[in-house]
């Protein structure tokens, strides 16, 4: 019998690492991508639709940043992990992530089994 899938969103501005990611993640059997959104709106829309168990959200989203969609979910009453995702390598942004309450932060530039095992770990309880 197949354990229940983790059901996973991602958030990017950039449509070509929301395809990257859709395409690391659904190789994996234990895994399904629910929703990609390019904007907080559209990530807010689909979270409060599809309830994902793990969010993937860049920290820029355009205009608009990750962080405030964690913030906004919450507030919606949604308990769910983030783990952000950035192509900047700057410690400001580690420490902004678990100060909004990041499971987890990761640079685009990670291997697709960190991606993926993160994704599990946090998906457990586990911060990245």
Do not use: W
Request: hydrophobic share 40%; charged share 25%.
């Amino acid at each position: 019998m197949l354990e229940k899938k983790i059901k996973v969103l991602i958030c990017d501005d950039h449509d070509i690492v929301c395809q990257g990611l859709v395409n690391i993640v659904s190789d994996e059997p234990d895994m399904e991508i629910v929703g990609c959104a390019t904007n907080l709106d559209s990530a807010l829309t689909l979270i409060k639709k599809l309830n994902p168990d793990v969010v993937l959200a860049d920290i820029r989203l355009g205009d608009e940043s990750g962080f405030d969609l964690i913030k906004q979910s919450c507030q919606a009453g949604f308990e769910i992990p983030f783990i952000m995702i950035t192509g900047f390598h700057n410690e400001f942004y580690l420490s902004k992530a678990i100060e909004n309450g990041a499971a987890g932060l990761l640079s685009k530039e990670s291997p697709g089994r960190v991606i993926v095992n993160s994704i599990r770990l946090t998906f457990d309880g586990h911060s990245v």
